[in-house]
Every structure is written in structure tokens, then in C-alpha cells.
């Protein structure tokens, strides 16, 4: 994804950022074979010397699987959003959700501030232009760059990319920022994730009441250049609110596997919903529709 598309992404992950991602945190420890604590699944010995070399002296490391969490926080606060935010998301993620991991290690910079994240961007990716203040995934050099002081509800949505892009690779850009923009706010119980309405709502009311709404199967026709036009904002709020549809039916995994098992049939994913609510496109889009307009922020 571009870092223009991205930047778009997180710039509009604004007025409402968990700590933590939500009110009820799960705390029941991971297996040892998975656990999160200072364990690299990947070598990242020298990547780590590397950094170090690089970076100055007050950042630090923490090890945790399929990421190298790299921050200028105390060690404390980064092991803390290591292991509350990443750890607790990566264990609802892989329970009956997402299969295929990472095959590669994955670097997260949490910076403590706007000035070092910026800084930094810079100085180790050239990155200063259309930079987001909340921070970015960059796919091609495997890292994650956040100004987590802006909150970790942005470290969830780029964390749900930096898995799908594994599990589901075709996943198209509608559900993919679906899914990221719905975990920004979100929680975690019994091993499940959930999304909670956020700061996104408004703006899809809003549509729908002044008729500037399109309709679900325009949304899941998309290709990636509309999707991140100009007019994303709203996009990225019906896309949000429909996977939320889907999980306030209880059908949202079902329908994110079903989609990835038989993308090649339907790369839309229209068939898929109406398979799944026993309804054509048009009657899900007039439901869909009364549910929002029932939602309170
Ligand atoms: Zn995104």
C-alpha cells in the first residue's frame, strides 16, 4: 500500500484512541509455545545491533514474536503495550479468525512523541511527507512507525493489516481497512476481539440522512484507487460499520473466512454476504442502513 494511501488511513484515526484498545483486557497468559515475553520468532540479533548502532541511546527492545518492538518509552511502558496491546490482539486473531502468521519479523517503532516520531521517520525512511500524526505501516520494509502517544487504537488497525496481509492476501481494500479501522476501537474477552463504535459514525449518519450515501455493493466493487480517493472518509466509515454489521450478527468471521476460502469465485465478496444473511445486496443495504442510523457513539 502506498504511504500516501496509509497516511490517509491513520490521518483520519482521530478524536477516539484506546490505551490498550478498548475497556476489558484479557490477562489469561499465552501458552509458553506462543508466549510474547522477550521471544523473537524470527532472528533479530543483528537487526537489533544494527538498530542500536543507529538509533540513539534511549530506546529499547522487547522481543515478542512475530515483532521487534522498538521505543523510546521506558522499557516498562513498551513491554506493557507489547504485551497488552499486541499480545492480547495476536491471541483473538489467531482463535478461530486468522491461520497463516507472519513469515517475517515485523519492526514497531512506538514513539513516546510527535517530534522523535518525526524525526525518525525521517532520518531512517525518508518519510516526512503526508506524515500522519497517528503513525503508518510500511509493508515494504516490514515496519510499523506509531506516535503512540496519540494512543494505541491506530497500533491495532496497522497491526490487523501486518496479519491479514498473510492470511488473506488478496483481501481487498474495502474489508481490509473494514477490519483495521473497526479493531481502532475494540476490546478483548475471552480470547475474542471486538470493535466498538467510534469517532466514525458521524459522518456515515450523516451520508445516509442527506442521501450522499451509495450502497454496500458499490462499496464492495471498489478498486483500491476509489477506495482511497478523495472521498475515503466515508468509505472507510461504511466500510467500518459494515464488518461491524456483520459481527453484531455474529457472522463476521464466518464471513471474513468465507471470503478468503473462495475469493477466486467472487473477489467482491457480495455473494458471500448474501449467502451468509439468507438476503440479496439491495435488502442487506436497507437493513444495514436502519441499523447505523440505531448505533450511539
Ligand atoms: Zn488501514
Same mark, same amino acid.
Given at each position: 500500500?502506498?504511504? #500516501? $494511501?496509509?497516511?490517509?488511513?491513520?490521518?483520519?484515526?482521530?478524536?477516539?484512541?484506546?490505551?490498550?484498545?478498548?475497556?476489558?483486557?484479557?490477562?489469561?497468559?499465552?501458552?509458553?509455545? %506462543?508466549?510474547?515475553?522477550?521471544?523473537?520468532?524470527?532472528?533479530?540479533?543483528?537487526?537489533?545491533?544494527?538498530?542500536?548502532?543507529?538509533?540513539?541511546?534511549?530506546?529499547?527492545?522487547?522481543?515478542?514474536?512475530?515483532?521487534?518492538?522498538? &521505543?523510546?518509552?521506558?522499557?516498562?511502558?513498551?513491554? =506493557?503495550?507489547?504485551?497488552?496491546?499486541?499480545?492480547?490482539?495476536?491471541?483473538?486473531?489467531?482463535?478461530?479468525?486468522?491461520?497463516?502468521?507472519?513469515?517475517?519479523?515485523?519492526?514497531?517503532?512506538?514513539?513516546?512523541?510527535?517530534?522523535?516520531?518525526?524525526?525518525?521517520?525521517?532520518?531512517?525512511? =525518508?518519510?516526512?511527507?503526508?506524515?500522519?500524526?497517528?503513525?503508518?505501516?510500511?509493508?515494504?520494509?516490514?515496519?510499523?512507525?506509531?506516535?503512540?502517544?496519540?494512543?494505541?487504537?491506530?497500533?491495532? $488497525? %496497522?497491526?490487523? $493489516?501486518?496479519?491479514?496481509?498473510?492470511?488473506?492476501?488478496?483481501?481487498?481494500?474495502?474489508?481490509? %481497512?473494514?477490519?483495521?479501522?473497526?479493531?481502532?476501537?475494540?476490546?478483548?474477552?475471552?480470547?475474542?476481539?471486538? =470493535? $466498538?463504535?467510534?469517532?466514525?459514525?458521524?459522518?456515515?449518519?450523516?451520508?445516509?440522512?442527506?442521501?450522499?450515501?451509495?450502497?454496500?455493493?458499490?462499496?464492495?466493487?471498489?478498486?483500491?484507487?476509489?477506495?482511497?480517493?478523495?472521498?475515503?472518509?466515508?468509505?472507510?466509515?461504511?466500510?467500518?460499520?459494515?464488518?461491524?454489521?456483520?459481527?453484531?450478527?455474529?457472522?463476521?468471521?464466518?464471513?471474513? #473466512?468465507?471470503?478468503?476460502?473462495?475469493?477466486?469465485?467472487?473477489?467482491?465478496?457480495?455473494?458471500?454476504? %448474501?449467502?451468509?444473511?439468507?438476503?440479496?445486496?439491495? &435488502?442487506?443495504?436497507?437493513?444495514?442502513?436502519?441499523?447505523?442510523?440505531?448505533?450511539?457513539?
Amino acid at each position: 500500500m502506498k504511504l #500516501k $494511501h496509509l497516511n490517509i488511513a491513520i490521518g483520519l484515526s482521530m478524536s477516539v484512541i484506546f490505551l490498550f484498545c478498548g475497556t476489558k483486557q484479557n490477562n489469561v497468559p499465552l501458552k509458553s509455545s %506462543e508466549s510474547s515475553k522477550d521471544t523473537c520468532y524470527f532472528t533479530c540479533d543483528s537487526l537489533q545491533s544494527a538498530l542500536k548502532e543507529t538509533l540513539s541511546s534511549d530506546f529499547c527492545f522487547v522481543k515478542s514474536g512475530y515483532f521487534l518492538v522498538v &521505543s523510546n518509552l521506558s522499557q516498562s511502558e513498551a513491554k =506493557g503495550l507489547s504485551e497488552n496491546s499486541i499480545g492480547s490482539a495476536l491471541k483473538c486473531f489467531y482463535n478461530d479468525y486468522f491461520i497463516a502468521k507472519p513469515t517475517e519479523l515485523v519492526t514497531v517503532f512506538l514513539f513516546k512523541d510527535d517530534t522523535s516520531y518525526r524525526f525518525w521517520a525521517d532520518k531512517l525512511y =525518508g518519510d516526512k511527507d503526508d506524515l500522519s500524526r497517528f503513525g503508518y505501516y510500511k509493508p515494504s520494509k516490514k515496519v510499523m512507525l506509531m506516535n503512540i502517544a496519540t494512543g494505541s487504537g491506530t497500533l491495532i $488497525h %496497522e497491526l490487523t $493489516h501486518s496479519l491479514v496481509r498473510y492470511d488473506f492476501p488478496d483481501i481487498p481494500s474495502w474489508f481490509n %481497512e473494514g477490519l483495521g479501522s473497526l479493531y481502532e476501537r475494540c476490546s478483548f474477552e475471552n480470547n475474542e476481539i471486538k =470493535g $466498538h463504535v467510534n469517532w466514525r459514525l458521524p459522518a456515515l449518519v450523516e451520508a445516509i440522512r442527506k442521501n450522499q450515501y451509495s450502497s454496500i455493493k458499490t462499496l464492495m466493487s471498489t478498486d483500491d484507487e476509489t477506495f482511497y480517493s478523495d472521498e475515503s472518509a466515508l468509505n472507510y466509515s461504511q466500510a467500518r460499520y459494515f464488518c461491524m454489521y456483520l459481527q453484531d450478527k455474529g457472522l463476521l468471521k464466518k464471513y471474513y #473466512k468465507t471470503f478468503r476460502d473462495n475469493f477466486s469465485s467472487d473477489n467482491t465478496g457480495i455473494s458471500f454476504a %448474501e449467502e451468509l444473511l439468507s438476503s440479496n445486496i439491495v &435488502s442487506i443495504d436497507t437493513e444495514y442502513k436502519s441499523w447505523v442510523l440505531t448505533l450511539k457513539q
